[in-house]
């Protein structure tokens, strides 16, 4: 199982993103995805989440209406679409499998670093 | 929400001992269909990404090293980590998978003397 999200990110308060995480070594489709951040000295934030299919989205209070998260099933990719970014927003962002049908998340990226700064 | 609350937040014990970090949440992960707790321990290194231990609030993920233990149900519940090593040195985090969000605790960073 791998998960490798994209570089390194330096982007202006106000301005746009998008994450992506390229999976492989599983069935990708079968999985629900999520996106948990870390922001530098503290702890694990989760963000986001997606269904199996991506018919269903769950978004934590403080990226709800800025962000959303989304997937590619042919394509083996999870994309989190990142708007109106704040300061608040630096963190390393983490994509994770969630493990079988549940939200526990038994794999994990290495994390691409998003910074907000003018 | 679902607010993870753990205790202590730092910890420092001697190699060879145990050490036990505690996580309450506010409301029950337990689901009485199924009686499962959906309560996942993760282990988190510098530079790394989280590691999962235990699921289900007591079971050990393959691989795992039998020194690690969940305990509890319910809003209540215990991971114990004995006969310390120094690899163990770490952030330890408890996670709600009951529903949405999913919640971590604030973390409880493990030092061995």
């Known amino acids: 199982v791998q998960l490798l999200e994209s570089g390194v990110h330096l982007v202006q308060p106000g301005g746009s993103l998008r994450l992506s995480c390229a999976a492989s070594?599983?069935?990708?489709?079968?999985?629900?995805m999520s996106w948990v951040r870390q922001v530098p000295g503290k702890g694990l934030e989760w963000v986001s989440g997606i269904s199996y299919t991506g018919r269903s989205t769950y978004y934590a209070d403080s990226v709800e209406g800025r962000f959303t998260i989304s997937r590619d099933n042919s394509n083996n990719t999870l994309y989190l679409q990142m708007n109106s970014l704040r300061a608040e927003d630096t963190a390393i962002y983490y994509c994770a499998k969630g493990k079988d049908d549940y939200n526990n998340f038994d794999y994990w990226g290495q994390g691409t670093l998003v910074t907000v700064s003018s | 929400d679902i607010v993870m609350t753990q205790s202590p937040d730092y910890l420092a014990v001697s190699l060879g001992e145990r050490a036990t970090i505690n996580c309450k949440s506010s409301?029950?992960?337990?689901?009485?269909?199924?009686?499962?707790?959906?309560l996942a321990w993760y282990q988190h290194k510098p530079g790394q990404p989280p590691k999962l231990l235990i699921s289900w609030a007591s079971t050990r993920e393959s691989g795992v090293s039998d020194r690690f233990s969940g305990s509890g149900f319910g809003t209540v519940f215990t991971l114990t980590i004995s006969s310390l090593q120094a690899e163990d040195g770490a952030v330890y985090y408890c996670q709600q998978y009951y529903g949405t969000p999913y919640t971590f605790g604030q973390g409880t960073k493990l030092e061995i003397k």
């Open positions: 070594g599983f069935t990708f489709s079968n999985y629900a």
């Open positions: 409301q029950s992960v337990l689901d009485s269909s199924n009686n499962k707790n959906y």
